[in-house]
Every structure is written in C-alpha cells, then in structure tokens.
C-alpha cells in the first residue's frame, strides 16, 4: 500500500471514528435529558439517524473489504481455484456494472432533495450525500478487484 493510499484509508478511519463518536454522544445526550432531567430534546435523535446513515455508508466500500462484508460462499469455497477466479470476476463485474449504470441516477436524485430534516433543517442532499460516495466507492473498488483478479496473484484475492 503507498504512502497516500495509506494516509487515504487512515483519514477515512478517523473520519468514521468521529461520526460514531457523534453519534454515540448525541446518544448519551439523549439518555441524559430523557431520563435523568426528564426534558428530552428531539436533535439528538436526528443527529444519531444521520451519523448512523453516514457510518454506514462511509464504512462499508471505503474502509472494508469484499471479505469482511457479510457473505455466502458455502458452494464457492467447493470449487477449484480458476472456477473461483471465474466466478469472482463475473460477480465483481456485474456488480461493478450495475452500480456503474445506477450512480448517474443516484447522483441526481440526492441532487434533487431539495427538503431539509425537521428539527435540524439540514438539507436532505447532505444527509443523504454519503450514498453517492458509496456508490463511487463500490465502482472503484470492484474495478481495482477485476484488476487485481487479473493479476499474477489472483489467489490472493479470492
């Protein structure tokens, strides 16, 4: 990994680390003044909805990997190496193309909200802004996973 992609990854930990820490603490805020004050405020819960949709979004394609997501691959572990390899560039290219052909159309609908959040009045292109990184972020990376499939160490990919 170089130096960039490294200082890259480490910034978008941080960058999660204090979404979870906003949204633990506007959490914490919440508990406080709805049972200890018996006064509870009605930002707090918009702060944690939108930082968990963040995080959620953030983390999944720019800080994990395909092997660290959630997956089946109960008959793909049954299959020789070359078979997975074949099956994994057609998997990650279908998947590739699919986000690839829906991101313009993403795009334009987080582009379009024009309401802003109840209490907040963040406007909803911001709260939702994140899904467009995702989705940028899930075309990139299943193009630098063909490439890698394609190379001389394709085991190592699977």
Excluded at 5 to 26: C, Q, T, V, Y
Aim: net charge positive; with cysteine; hydrophobic share 55%.
């Amino acid at each position: 990994m170089t130096d960039l992609a490294a200082g890259l990854k480490r910034f978008a930990e941080l960058a999660a680390a204090a979404m979870f820490a906003a949204m633990f603490g506007a959490f914490m805020i919440q508990i406080v003044s709805r049972y200890v004050f018996n006064a509870p405020v009605s930002w707090s819960l918009e702060i944690c909805s939108i930082t968990y949709v963040w995080v959620v979004f953030w983390s999944a394609n720019l800080l994990l990997t395909e092997r660290q997501h959630i997956i089946f691959d109960v008959l793909y572990k049954k299959f020789p190496p070359h078979t997975q390899r074949i099956a994994a560039i057609a998997n990650t290219a279908m998947f590739g193309l699919v986000f690839l052909a829906a991101t313009p159309t993403i795009l334009d609908y987080i582009m379009s909200l024009r309401r802003s959040t109840m209490i907040l009045r963040i406007p909803y292109d911001y709260v939702y802004a994140c899904f467009g990184v995702f989705m940028i972020a899930a075309v990139v990376g299943a193009v630098l996973r063909l490439r890698r499939l394609a190379g001389g160490n394709w085991q190592q990919h699977l």
